[in-house]
Nanobody, 126 residues
């Protein structure tokens, strides 16, 4: 089972950018579909973006498409989420997750992902 560690969160002003990283501390990340989710206080965990094992196919939440970019570097055992034009509404804990099923298109439900990192806080100030 892969173990994931997120990093890169913090405080950023509205309009700014942040890049989150998701490293596999145990296991080989290239064997997994990787997804990013976020959870704001008092709200459900929601899908942000996901990418297949090769990184060739990506999927985004409609509300974040165009501002966020998911990528991966399998040689570094790491995936990334580049977030631009951040808004206060993007404030949340961001989680990366891994899905061990080989898929041509990533799925978007949290229940499809079996391994999760501990999350990293992103706070966007207005």
């Amino acid at each position: 089972q892969v173990q994931l560690v997120e990093s890169g969160g913090g405080l950023v002003q509205a309009g700014g950018s942040v890049r989150l990283a998701c490293a596999a501390s145990v296991g080989t990340l290239s064997e997994y579909v990787v997804g990013w989710f976020r959870q704001a206080p008092g709200k459900d965990r929601v899908f942000v973006a996901a990418t297949t094992r090769s990184g060739l196919v990506t999927k985004y939440s409609d509300s974040m498409k165009g501002r966020f970019t998911i990528s991966r570097d399998n040689a570094k055992n790491t995936a990334y989420l580049q977030m631009n034009s951040l808004e206060p509404e993007d404030t949340a804990v961001y989680f990366c997750a891994a899905d061990g099923v080989r898929r041509q298109v990533p799925r978007t439900a949290p229940t499809d992902f079996g391994s999760w990192g501990q999350g990293t806080q992103v706070t966007v100030s207005s």
